[in-house]
C-alpha cells in the first residue's frame, strides 16, 4: 500500500474479527510509531502492547469510549515518560504523531485499529495507570484498539476545498 493510499483509506475500526493478531504485525507498527517526529527528537514516548483478555476486557470500566476493547484481542497504549521531556509541553503532539504512525502501519498491513483518547481525562489515565502498573513519571497519551476489520469501513471524502486559504484568512 502507498502512502497516499494509506492516508485516504484509513479509518477507525470498531468491530473485529474473532482472530487473533500477531505480535510481530503489531511490533512492527509499534516500531513506525518510533519513527514519528518530535519536538527537539525528544521521543519521549513508552509503548505497553496489551494482550490479556482480562486487561482487553477492564478497559471499558474506565475508558467509556474504549467499549470495543472487551473481546479485541489486543492493544497498544502510548504513554509519556517525563524523563525524556526536553521540550517541555510538547508530548502531545509528539505522541499524536506516533499514534497516526502507529494506526497507518496497522492499516497498512491489513489490519483495523481504533484510537481511544486518554489523554487528558484523569479517570482514564488514573485507570491505566493503575492497571499497568505506570511509574508517577510515565503519562497514558492514546489507547490504540487493534483487530481484523469486521467489515470494510466506508471511505467517504473529507477533502472540503472551502476550509483551504492562502496566506491569510
Same mark, same amino acid.
Given at each position: 500500500m502507498?502512502?497516499?493510499? &494509506? %492516508?485516504?483509506?484509513?479509518r477507525s475500526?470498531?468491530?473485529y474479527?474473532?482472530?487473533?493478531v500477531?505480535?510481530? %504485525?503489531?511490533?512492527? !507498527?509499534?516500531?513506525a &510509531?518510533?519513527?514519528?517526529p518530535?519536538a527537539?527528537?525528544?521521543?519521549?514516548?513508552e509503548?505497553?502492547?496489551?494482550?490479556k483478555p482480562?486487561l482487553m476486557?477492564e478497559i471499558?470500566?474506565f475508558? *467509556? +469510549?474504549? &467499549?470495543? !476493547?472487551?473481546g479485541?484481542?489486543i492493544g497498544?497504549?502510548?504513554c +509519556?515518560?517525563k524523563?525524556?521531556?526536553?521540550?517541555?509541553?510538547?508530548?502531545?503532539?509528539?505522541?499524536?504523531?506516533?499514534t497516526q504512525?502507529? %494506526? @497507518?502501519? @496497522? +492499516? &497498512?498491513?491489513?489490519?483495523?485499529?481504533? $484510537?481511544t483518547?486518554?489523554?487528558p481525562r484523569?479517570?482514564?489515565m !488514573?485507570?491505566?495507570?493503575?492497571?499497568?502498573n505506570?511509574p508517577?513519571?510515565?503519562? *497514558?497519551?492514546s489507547f490504540t484498539i487493534?483487530g481484523?476489520?469486521?467489515?470494510? *469501513?466506508e471511505?467517504p471524502d473529507?477533502f472540503?476545498?472551502e476550509?483551504v486559504?492562502y496566506?491569510k $484568512?
Amino acid at each position: 500500500m502507498d502512502t497516499m493510499e &494509506a %492516508l485516504y483509506t484509513r479509518r477507525s475500526v470498531r468491530k473485529y474479527q474473532d482472530k487473533a493478531v500477531p505480535a510481530e %504485525l503489531v511490533e512492527e !507498527a509499534v516500531k513506525a &510509531a518510533m519513527f514519528a517526529p518530535s519536538a527537539r527528537n525528544q521521543q519521549s514516548w513508552e509503548f505497553i502492547i496489551i494482550d490479556k483478555p482480562e486487561l482487553m476486557n477492564e478497559i471499558p470500566t474506565f475508558s *467509556p +469510549h474504549a &467499549a470495543m !476493547a472487551k473481546g479485541a484481542s489486543i492493544g497498544v497504549l502510548i504513554c +509519556h515518560n517525563k524523563d525524556y521531556d526536553v521540550a517541555e509541553g510538547f508530548f502531545p503532539q509528539d505522541l499524536g504523531a506516533a499514534t497516526q504512525n502507529l %494506526l @497507518l502501519a @496497522l +492499516h &497498512a498491513e491489513g489490519l483495523g485499529a481504533v $484510537w481511544t483518547g486518554v489523554y487528558p481525562r484523569e479517570d482514564r489515565m !488514573a485507570g491505566f495507570v493503575k492497571m499497568c502498573n505506570l511509574p508517577e513519571n510515565v503519562i *497514558p497519551y492514546s489507547f490504540t484498539i487493534i483487530g481484523y476489520p469486521e467489515k470494510e *469501513p466506508e471511505q467517504p471524502d473529507r477533502f472540503k476545498k472551502e476550509r483551504v486559504r492562502y496566506n491569510k $484568512w
